[in-house]
């Protein structure tokens, strides 16, 4: 375990809140990517594979929150891209 991937998974943590808050009231998702939204999943499941076959500790958790909130933004995406 380390602070700082600690810090970086918490830092990231805080955004796609505020991310999934904007489209939530806006109902529209310019700007956003599918694309890098998928990329950013990908990386987060890499995180928790490690963390399962190399180095389980409790930031597993932190790596599995943040996973379900880019996927969360990601259906947003997907639900209001036919108003774009």
Known sequence: ???????????FGFSWPISI???LRAKRVSGKSPLFLVIIMLGYVSGILHKIFYAYDFVLWLYV??????GFDLLL????????
């Open 77 to 84: 995406y997907l639900h209001y891209r036919k108003q774009d």
């Open 21 to 23: 808050i904007k489209t």
């Open 1 to 11: 375990m380390s602070v700082f991937e600690i810090g970086m998974l918490v830092a």
């Open 65 to 70: 929150l943040n996973l379900l909130m880019v």
